[in-house]
Each structure stands twice: as C-alpha cells, then as structure tokens.
C-alpha cells in the first residue's frame, strides 16, 4: 500500500501548485481523471488477474520461468493496449471534453485540460506498469524495494515541479506537470522491472514488444488526430463526429499495425474473449 500513498501524496503536492494558475485546480483533477480512464478499463483488469498466478509461481521460487513468462505476457499485452490508447485519448481530447462542457468549462478551459491531459498521458503506460511490476515483487517476497523506489521517484517528481514553477507560468506548467510525472514514473518503472527480474533470476523480455506497440501508438494518434483536425469541434454535432470518426480511425490504425507486425502480444485478450463468447 505504501506507492499508493505516495501517489496520493504526488497527487496533493500537485493540486497545491496547480493552485497558481486560474483554474488550474480543476482543470488538473479533470485531466487526471480522464487520465485515469484507459488505465481502468485496460490495465486493472491485466494486473489483477495475473496476481494469483505470479504468487504461486513466484511463492519461494516454485516456478520461475513460469513466473517470468506470465509477467513478460502481461507487460507486452499491457503495452500493446495502453499506449495506442493513451495515444488515441490524446488526440480526440478536444472533441471529447467540448462534449462534457459545464459552467465555466469553456473553449480555454477545453485547450488547458487537454493540453495538460497529453502531457500525462505520456507516462500512462509506466503508470500501470507500475502496478503490475509492484505486484510481481510482492509475488517474490519483496514488499519494500517497490515503495523504496516510489518514494524516491515522488521525491524527485516533487522537487521538479516546485523547481519549475519558478521558471514557468500559465498553461506550460500544468503540461510541465505531467511530463515531470512521466518522465520520472518511467525512470521507476524502469528500476523496478530490473529488481524484479534480479529476483526471479529471468529475463523478462518487453523491448521488442514495447517498439511494435509504440508504432501501433503513433498510427493510432496520427490516424485520429488527423481526422479529428479536419472536421473540428465547433459545434456538439462535429464534436460527436470527430470523436467516433476520430477513434474509429485511430483504432484502425493501430490494429493494422500490431496484425502486420505479426504480434500475439493481444492473443490473452483475445482468447478470454472467445471464452466469453463461446
């Protein structure tokens, strides 16, 4: 429980200096929810379900390769899914938030929360990653290296955004914010895959995986952002046919390149849909 903490304490130091821009308190907790969106609906369910698979495979070294491989499947599945997706809220942002304007939640107010939730979404996949990552240590035995290095990553990510709101102001800031989060979330993430697979004496392989699904993301956003730009959000009529035209885009896109790229990194996902079906 103790990353979940810091990320509450992470989340507290943020609405503090977000304070320092009109409606930049809102306008935060806003793109931090949407934020939060993707990482619900695609990873939760990921790293929920494998826990009880990584405990007993990892519980005093039952089955190591078993342990890696569950944990290398998760890992890429979560990548393949998380990233295009965080690609894809990115570019139909505008859209989609001009749908749900309330009060004083204007066209600025769209551009501010947008912006800053672009900013975020750049670190979503070590977000969740962090969480999977955090559970296979537990599944090890190891309950305080995962909030050793959350501790340090939160201290770093805090000292950042204090140091830049001496420097920046207005609408930078917050998109500062969120680049600092993921920047710093992913040098974590990146320290916690490398204590894990230490532990399990296995390489747990994502690099490959982790280009295939960055492409996947990069059509996916290209694909939306693009269409997004050429019919607009000026009305309610264009912001609903942007973001269906948009993600219906986006999601081709991006499927087109995981099928040609030949990747099964989806296959888990895919088989327990077909489970459900039959």
């Known amino acids: 429980a103790g990353h979940v903490g810091l990320n509450q304490v992470l989340v507290i130091v943020t609405v503090v200096l977000?304070?320092?821009?009109?409606?930049?308190?809102?306008?935060?907790?806003?793109?931090?929810?949407?934020?939060?969106?993707?990482?619900?609906?695609?990873?939760?369910?990921?790293?929920?379900?494998?826990?009880?698979?990584?405990?007993?495979?990892g519980a005093a070294g039952a089955d190591l390769d078993g342990?890696?491989?569950?944990?290398g499947r998760g890992l890429r599945t979560m990548a393949a899914l998380v990233l295009p997706a965080s690609a894809l809220l990115a570019a139909v942002a505008a859209p989609a938030l001009s749908l749900v304007q309330l009060g004083e939640f204007d066209a600025d107010g769209v551009a501010l929360v947008g912006s800053t939730l672009a900013a975020y979404l750049t670190g979503l996949a070590a977000y969740s990653a962090t969480f999977l990552l955090t559970r296979a240590s537990y599944a090890l035995g190891d309950a305080r290296r995962p909030t050793t290095i959350n501790f340090w990553v939160t201290l770093a990510a805090v000292a950042a955004m204090v140091a830049v709101t001496t420097a920046v102001e207005g609408?930078?800031?917050?998109?500062?914010?969120?680049?600092?989060?993921?920047?710093?979330?992913?040098?974590?993430?990146?320290?916690?895959?490398?204590r894990v697979v230490a532990l399990a004496g296995r390489e747990?392989?994502?690099?490959?995986?982790?280009?295939r699904s960055t492409l996947a993301a990069l059509a996916c956003g290209t694909a939306a952002w693009l269409v997004v730009g050429f019919v607009g959000w000026d009305t309610v009529a264009a912001s609903a046919t942007s973001l269906g035209a948009g993600s219906a885009a986006g999601l081709t896109a991006?499927?087109?390149?995981?099928?040609?790229?030949?990747?099964?990194?989806?296959?888990?996902?895919?088989?327990?849909?077909?489970?459900?079906k039959g």
Not at 204 to 211: D, H, T
């Open 67 to 71: 342990f890696a491989t569950t944990l």
């Open 171 to 194: 609408r930078g800031l917050l998109v500062a914010f969120g680049l600092i989060t993921a920047v710093t979330g992913t040098a974590g993430v990146v320290a916690l895959h490398r």
């Open 254 to 276: 991006g499927a087109l390149v995981l099928l040609i790229a030949g990747t099964d990194d989806v296959e888990p996902l895919l088989a327990m849909a077909r489970r459900l």
């Open 204 to 211: 747990v392989a994502v690099v490959a995986s982790l280009g």
């Open 18 to 57: 977000a304070g320092r821009i009109e409606g930049g308190v809102i306008a935060y907790q806003t793109a931090f929810t949407f934020f939060l969106l993707p990482h619900a609906l695609l990873a939760h369910p990921i790293f929920t379900s494998l826990y009880p698979r990584l405990a007993a495979t």
